[in-house]
């Protein structure tokens, strides 16, 4: 008898032992890859990976800019981390905060031209390191592939109105 028939939880649907491969691979992956792009990137820009994809966020934005909000939710980091990355790339002179016009509460970040500047000289390496570690690695068919496996595993995750952490 499970617990279901007998009014418990219902049974935990075990991964199978290919499952459990797939998904050690996935993890195994992913955290060498941004290990792999983090450590390029601040050796060659002096700057996190997640810095420089808030930097390519503000860069492909209307006039540079973008509400904290939207760039939190773009970036899929919490507002918390983003005001603390945007203190450190003001600091370094890439970013500005600006007040929101229409909304007196609201903060925009602006990309700054010594920002965009740095962003340009280190998308060269970035692009380099991704098609090293990705592309170069798969044949066409895998790449669209993987776009259409993420896409499936994106929509899941991320339903409308969900509650995300970069919308608390």
């Known amino acids: 008898m499970t617990n279901q028939s007998a009014g418990g939880p219902p049974e935990p649907r075990w991964l199978s032992d290919e499952e459990q491969g797939v998904w050690r691979a996935y993890l195994h992956a992913t955290t060498l890859l941004e290990d ?23 860069s492909q934005a209307p006039r540079h800019r973008l509400r904290m909000t939207e760039l939190a939710q773009d970036a899929k980091i919490t507002r918390s981390r983003l005001s603390h990355a945007v203190a450190r790339l003001e600091k370094n002179g890439w970013v500005r905060r600006e007040e929101c016009p229409s909304d007196k509460r609201g903060q925009l970040a602006v990309l700054t031209d010594e920002g965009y500047e740095m962003l340009k000289r280190s998308a060269p390496g970035h692009v380099a390191a991704v098609r090293a570690a990705i592309f170069d690695r798969l044949a066409p068919e895998q790449v ?25």
């Open 36 to 58: 792999h792009l983090d450590r390029q990137l601040q050796r060659d820009a002096g700057m996190p990976h997640v810095y420089y994809g808030l930097l390519v966020h503000l």
């Open 144 to 168: 669209a592939q993987l776009g259409d496996i993420c896409r499936t595993i994106q929509a899941g995750l991320q339903p409308e109105g969900g509650d995300l952490p970069w919308t608390r």
